[in-house]
């Protein structure tokens, strides 16, 4: 299974900008889909975030014109830069990718071990 590490959580204050990083180890396989979900407290897993293999992105609403998101594909890394942060961002954000392995055309899913951002003064 591809294993994937997330960094660059912390405490930020309301206006602040934060940047998380994810990245896919091992080998063999192509990485379709790159995303980033969120949980707060109480709430459901959410989608903030999300890019293909060639680039093309969606956001949810609640996150547009302040996160982008951004892939090596060398790498293997996702990265998403948030920006005019506000307390309700406050989560716990997930790195996920949705992968194949090379000659098959299976998709398996796979998470990252999630990430605090709180967003408070």
């Known amino acids: 299974q591809v294993q994937l590490v997330e960094s660059g959580g912390g405490l930020v204050q309301p206006g602040g900008s934060l940047r998380l990083s994810c990245a896919a180890s091992?080998?063999?396989?192509?990485?379709?889909?790159l995303g980033w979900y969120r949980q707060a407290p109480g709430k459901e897993r959410e989608l903030v975030a999300s890019?293909?293999?060639?680039?093309?992105?969606n956001f949810a609403d609640s996150v547009k014109g302040r996160f982008t998101i951004s892939r090596d594909n060398v790498k293997n890394t996702v990265y998403l830069q948030m920006g005019s942060l506000k307390p309700e961002d406050t989560a716990v954000y997930y790195c996920?990718?949705?992968?194949?392995?090379?000659?098959?055309?299976?998709?398996?899913?796979?998470w990252g071990q999630g990430t605090q951002v709180t967003v408070s003064s």
């Open positions: 996920n990718a949705q992968y194949v392995w090379v000659g098959s055309t299976y998709k398996y899913n796979s």
């Open positions: 091992g080998s063999g396989f192509s990485i379709n889909l």
């Open positions: 890019i293909t293999s060639g680039g093309s992105t």
